[in-house]
């Protein structure tokens, strides 16, 4: 083991929840090591291949548990990097969400207004643009004609891509070789950089336990490069402020490993996961229909044929995200571009017989590939997610050299799970199927159970120490100066892509942490521009005084 260094925080994972607070505060002055288990890859060492040891099976985390697999990012940037940069706002009432509690889950001195100066700041940051109608791929131009053909409405969705520079190529999931999608490395991170952060990549984190002067000695794991099954080495970092931004999947792990050494764990650390209620849909387009009753037309007679054309998702129907609605009758509906791999596993045959995601038929389904047309639906769960006993390392029981593990998440939909997919489902299938435009069927969950690339929760913040792991401010109960600021620390199911939620808490959060590492003897300030050095942001949030709860 080598020797033990010192630093002011040390932030474990460099997506949204990490990246944002190594920004500002290396910004500040503070002393910033930022500590990430995947590799660093830059846009250039992106490929368009899903071959084993590609950007593709390094940059991704594939964790099957009990009932419910989690698809999350592995890299420097992290889910950043490999999200499909959706970033729309959560709806108003989602911030008054009962759900399995029985009482208002959020912290009560947040809503969709107090919330709103955050999101400007990322919009300011990222940026993030609203698509118009020549934007759309042909994938969102279908799904928004047929919402239109069956009485709904359909929008572009707001995204963080610069369409100047996208070329279409449907690899975003993948990372961007053309820097295009504005991921944390696109801002946030080569601004910290700037201001002096340091980033580690292969750099596993697997417990802490406290130090003497009152900080926290963080332990972690050297990864090799190809195979991340094998330990090269170990090492340990002592800091004033931790804060933990491994992702819902990995942060409850490393907090509850880390228990024997740092005391009693919260009860809801590794509780409450949220998948933010999703499922996806594969509609299989009759070209034929599609051009007679839609009137589309792309290029030697086809209506569509594109599947693999365009850039994620880039419409989106939001008729249901009404606040008058009942609890768990409320989500969106939005065109997803899912690539090969998982996507063509677990889609199942319309109508077919019995098993329906392999075998003859699904062999002659995967011959229209191209015109199939993937929906995602987004609904309200029941935080019904349980983590157990974690692991000796990380936060799975790796069994590939890349991608893939076994991990301790339990998941047992709930009635009000079940029933919020059912109705979401039928309202897919009743747009699609509209006078003979496609044949649509859900995702199979009988291979992987439910499946989740947006986990929350599992660390969440709220008022109630019973039912939340976190103050309002992020801060862990019980154990001072440690903070969660990932999608861990969402409290529930969002009903749309989460992204700009966990980013904008994340900017919540850094006064707050801030503050900590001040009363800790960390000579930090707060009210560093957006990363381009944008002002407009900065002046809605600079003041301390306005961070209810902090």
């Known amino acids: 083991m080598s020797a033990i260094e010192k630093t002011d925080v040390v932030i474990v994972g460099s997506g949204f929840g990490g990246s944002i607070p190594a920004y500002h505060l290396a910004a500040g002055g503070a002393k910033v090591t930022v500590l990430e288990r995947g590799p660093w890859l830059a846009a250039d060492e992106v490929e368009h291949d899903y071959l084993l040891g590609s950007s593709y099976t390094r940059a991704f985390d594939f964790v099957v548990g009990d009932g419910m697999s989690v698809l999350g990012g592995n890299c420097v940037g992290g889910g950043s990097v490999v999200y499909f ?6 709806p108003r009432f989602v911030f008054e969400r009962h759900g399995s509690i029985g009482r208002r889950m959020w912290p009560s001195v947040l809503s969709r207004d107090t919330l709103e100066p955050w999101y400007d700041r990322v919009s300011e940051s990222i940026p993030v643009s609203t698509q118009d109608w020549d934007d759309v791929s042909y994938a969102g ?16 969705a707001p995204v963080a891509v610069d369409n100047d520079r996208c070329v279409n190529c449907n690899f975003m999931m993948a990372g961007c070789k053309f820097d295009a999608k504005r991921s944390m490395l696109t801002n ?21 336990e406290r130090t003497e002067d009152g900080g926290y000695r963080v332990h972690f794991t050297v990864l090799d490069d190809v195979d991340y099954r094998v330990h090269t080495g170990t090492g340990a970092i002592d800091a004033k402020i931790v804060i933990i931004a491994a992702g819902a999947g990995a942060t409850p792990v490393i907090l509850q490993r880390s228990e024997a050494a740092l005391g009693t764990m919260p009860h809801a650390v590794g509780r409450y996961f949220s998948g933010n209620g999703e499922r996806l849909n594969t509609a299989i387009i009759d070209e034929d229909r599609a051009r007679e009753v839609l009137g589309l037309a792309r290029e030697n007679g086809l209506a569509y044929a594109a599947n693999h054309i365009g850039k994620g998702p880039t419409v989106a129907n939001w008729d249901r995200l009404d606040g008058s609605l009942p609890e768990y009758e409320r989500y969106s509906l939005e065109q997803l571009y899912f690539p090969p791999g998982l996507g063509t596993i677990l889609a199942q045959v319309p109508g077919g017989d019995e098993p329906r995601w392999f075998g003859v038929q699904k062999k002659e389904m995967l011959k229209q590939w191209a015109s199939w047309l993937t929906i995602f639906l987004m609904t309200e769960d029941d935080n019904e997610g349980v983590f157990g006993t974690p692991p000796p390392t990380g936060n799975a029981y790796r069994i590939s050299q890349q991608m893939l593990g076994r991990g301790p998440l339990r998941y047992d939909p709930t009635p009000n799970t079940r029933r919020g997919w059912a109705l979401a489902d039928a309202e897919c ?5 509209k006078d003979g435009i496609a044949k649509v069927a859900p995702w199979t969950n009988d291979v992987v159970g439910a499946y989740t690339v ?39 199911a969002l009903t749309v892509n989460p992204a700009m939620t966990i980013a904008a808490l994340a900017e919540r959060a850094v006064p707050g942490i801030v503050r900590a590492a001040r009363e800790r003897g960390v000579d930090v300030s707060y009210g560093a521009p957006a990363p381009d050095g944008s002002i407009t942001g900065r002046r809605a949030v600079s003041k301390l005084s306005v961070v209810a709860g902090n």
């Not at 910290?192 to 417990?207: D, M, N, T, W």
Request: charged residues 20%; glycine residues 6%; proline residues 10%.
């Open 454 to 492: 947006h986990p929350l929760a599992s660390c969440r913040i709220g008022d109630d120490p019973a039912t939340s792991a976190l103050h309002p401010n992020h801060e862990l109960r019980e154990h001072p100066g440690i903070f969660v600021t990932d999608s861990a620390s969402v409290p529930g």
């Open 85 to 90: 940069a959706a970033m729309p706002r959560a």
């Open 429 to 433: 299938k009743e747009i699609m199927e």
């Open 141 to 156: 131009g279908l799904w928004a004609a047929a919402c239109h053909h069956s009485g709904r409405t359909a929008n572009p």
């Open 188 to 208: 946030y991170l080569p601004a910290a950089l700037s201001h002096g952060a340091k980033i580690r990549p292969l750099h596993e984190v697997q417990k802490l």
